[in-house]
C-alpha cells in the first residue's frame, strides 16, 4: 500500500543552523501539509501546498519556515536558522483532493536543537 | 478558532472490554472528523474518517460516530485487545473559506490489560 515516507527518520542540529526536511507524498496526491509535535503536546498544524503555490498557513510558520516541491516526488520543509523551540516531531501529509478525503500521514521526522 | 478536547486523557481497560473515547470540538462548521492512532514515537495512523453530512463510520471493531450540532465525536471500540493500546487523537477539519486544515485534539491514551 503506498504510504507517505520522510527522511532523516532523526535529525540533531545546533541553534542557527539550518535544516531540510524532506517528504515523499503518495504519488498521485495533489495536496501536501506539514504539522509538528513538541513533545507531550498536540500535533499542530504548519502549512498546506497545493498548485506548487501555499495555500494556508499557521502563526507558526514564520519567515524562518520555507516549503518547497522541487520535483515531481518531494516535499521539503527548511528551517533557516533553528532555535532551541523548534525542537519537535515534524509530521508531513497528503491527501488526494480536498477536505472530503483523508489525509495520510508520514512517520515523522523528529527535529532536536542543541 | 476551533478548539478540540478528548477525554479522558487516559483510559486503563481489561482485555475483552469494550470501551467509547470521547471528542468535543468547539465549532460545528466542519468538513470533516478523522481519527488516528499513535503509537509512541511514531506517526499517525488514520482510522476513519467521518464527513460532515455522515453520522458514522466502521472499520472492524472500530465505529466512529459524529454529532455536528452539538460538537461531539465517539470513537467506539468493541472487545478490546492489547494491541489497541496506543494514543487516539481525533482531529477536526474547518469549513472556514480558505481552511484545509486538520485541528488536533490531545489524545486518550489508551492501555488494554492482557
Known amino acids: 500500500e503506498p504510504e507517505v515516507t520522510q527522511t532523516p527518520s532523526h535529525q540533531v542540529t545546533q541553534m542557527g543552523q539550518e535544516v531540510i526536511l524532506r517528504c515523499v507524498p503518495i504519488?498521485?496526491?495533489?495536496?501536501f501539509y506539514w504539522y509538528r509535535q513538541i513533545l507531550g503536546q498536540k500535533v499542530e498544524f504548519l502549512v498546506s501546498?497545493?498548485?506548487?503555490?501555499?495555500?494556508?498557513k499557521s502563526e507558526i510558520f514564520d519567515d524562518q519556515f520555507s516549503v518547497e516541491r522541487p520535483d515531481g516526488s518531494n516535499f521539503t520543509l527548511k528551517i533557516r536558522s533553528t532555535k532551541l523551540e523548534d525542537s519537535a516531531m515534524y509530521f508531513c501529509?497528503?491527501?488526494?483532493?480536498?477536505?472530503?478525503?483523508?489525509?495520510?500521514f508520514g512517520p515523522g521526522t523528529r527535529l532536536t536543537v542543541t | 478558532k476551533q478548539e478540540v478536547t478528548q477525554i479522558p486523557a487516559a483510559l486503563s481497560v481489561p482485555e475483552g472490554e469494550n470501551l467509547v473515547l470521547n471528542c468535543s470540538f468547539t465549532?460545528?462548521?466542519?468538513?470533516?472528523l478523522q481519527w488516528f492512532r499513535q503509537d509512541p514515537g511514531k506517526g499517525l495512523t488514520s482510522l476513519l474518517l467521518?464527513?460532515?453530512?455522515?453520522r458514522e463510520q466502521t472499520s472492524g471493531r472500530l465505529n466512529a460516530s459524529l454529532d455536528k450540532s452539538s460538537g461531539r465525536s465517539t470513537l467506539y471500540i468493541a472487545a478490546s485487545q492489547p494491541g489497541d493500546s496506543a494514543t487516539y487523537l481525533c482531529?477536526?477539519?474547518?469549513?472556514?473559506?480558505?481552511?484545509?486544515?486538520?485541528?488536533f485534539g490531545k489524545g486518550t491514551k489508551l492501555s488494554v490489560i492482557p
Open positions: 501529509a497528503s491527501r488526494i483532493t480536498g477536505p472530503l478525503d483523508e489525509q495520510y
Open positions: 465549532d460545528s462548521a466542519i468538513y470533516n
Open positions: 504519488s498521485n496526491h495533489l495536496y
Open positions: 482531529a477536526a477539519e474547518d469549513s472556514g473559506a480558505g481552511s484545509y486544515q486538520l485541528t
Open positions: 501546498f497545493y498548485n506548487n503555490e501555499i495555500s494556508e
Open positions: 467521518i464527513q460532515s453530512s455522515q
